[in-house]
């Protein structure tokens, strides 16, 4: 299958301060991209989904002022968590999607985990 | 809304054969699919399978779904130690063609014992 990287595998950082995590699509064109989050021992929740060149559509509950995506090419979206405090600590993960007229397959990064102290 | 369920946790001896459950509320769900998440890593799609299908099977893996119960289980044939992961039920609909807005089960960890 495709790869998608992501990048940092894990971050350390303090209350307070901004993390940037990069989601790549190696070798395809990725139109979409989804962001979820995974908290210890549960299941992934959808944060957002971005398009290429257009605003990222968060699910609810989810603050958009925080969890900033950007997707500015087709070959990479980026989520900065702003102003990161203790309660962002997570397993930030990324799947990539590309152009289809019937089904065409996410592809999973290998995830982010984030520690804030 | 849409929900997806597990049972969190199964453990088998090496060479035994393995059943994943899992069941769904959303009836519109048009695909299906299980992954395996290794600790620490993203997510290996394994397997899906169409709500039109009763049943797809894929060397070792077999998929079957009652569609009527909202059930869907994963059979793993002569489970290796290598399969001890956490396994992802999860569903999607489909209007364009977009799999990857999905909706994830709670995951069932696998522990294969020797």
């Known amino acids: 299958g495709a790869v998608v990287s992501q990048h940092p595998s894990w971050v350390i950082c303090k209350s307070g301060t901004s993390v940037k995590i990069e989601c790549r699509s190696l070798?395809?064109?990725?139109?979409?991209m989804f962001w979820y989050r995974q908290f210890p021992k549960q299941s992934l929740m959808l944060m957002a989904t971005?398009?290429?060149?257009?605003?990222?559509?968060?699910e609810q509950g989810v603050e958009k002022d925080k969890f900033l995506i950007n997707h500015a090419s087709l070959t990479l979206s980026t989520l900065t968590v702003t102003s990161a405090h203790p309660e962002d600590s997570s397993f930030y993960i990324c799947s990539a999607q590309g152009t289809g007229v019937v089904w065409t397959e996410a592809f999973f990064g290998q995830g982010t985990r984030l520690t804030v102290v | 809304g849409e929900d997806v369920e597990q049972s969190l946790f199964l453990s088998v001896r090496e060479g035994d054969s393995s059943v994943i459950n899992c069941t769904y509320t959303?009836?519109?769900?048009?695909?299906l699919y299980w992954y395996k998440q290794e600790p620490g890593a993203g997510l290996q799609l394994l397997t899906y399978i169409f709500s039109n299908m009763d049943m797809k099977q894929d060397q070792r893996l077999t998929v079957l779904l009652n569609k009527k119960d909202k059930h869907l289980s994963l059979r793993i044939a002569d489970t290796q130690t290598g399969d001890s992961a956490i396994y992802f039920c999860?569903?999607?609909?489909?209007?364009?063609?977009?799999?990857?807005?999905?909706?994830f089960g709670q995951g069932t960890t696998l522990q294969v014992k020797p």
């Open positions: 959303d009836s519109s769900s048009t695909y």
């Open positions: 971005s398009n290429e060149g257009s605003k990222a559509t968060y």
């Open positions: 999860a569903e999607s609909q489909h209007g364009s063609g977009n799999t990857g807005k999905l909706i």
């Open positions: 070798d395809f064109q990725a139109t979409t």
